[in-house]
């Protein structure tokens, strides 16, 4: 680290989450972002990326069930 502050010196002390802040306690994962974070951000980062996913399919499924009866419609 080129800073004047050490890993050693900063590790396992009480900071402030740059996404939800909340208190947390600085670990050698968030010493290594740009902006540290909570672990619980992470998390909640990986849950929405899985949410998104499974909306989109849902989305998707609901065209395509649209489109048949839009079809059977038509067809009547």
């Not at 909570?38 to 069930?65: N, P, Q, R, Y």
Request: aromatic content about 6%; some cysteine.
């Amino acid at each position: 680290m080129n800073s004047k502050f050490s890993i050693p010196i900063l590790l396992n002390s009480l900071t402030e989450c740059n996404r939800c802040h909340e208190p947390f306690i600085l670990d050698k994962r968030a010493l290594q972002m740009e902006k540290p974070c909570c672990i619980d951000c992470i998390k909640h980062k990986k849950e929405t990326k899985e949410k998104v996913k499974s909306a989109e399919a849902f989305f998707e499924d609901l065209e395509k069930g649209l489109g048949e009866v839009k079809n059977a419609i038509d067809i009547e």
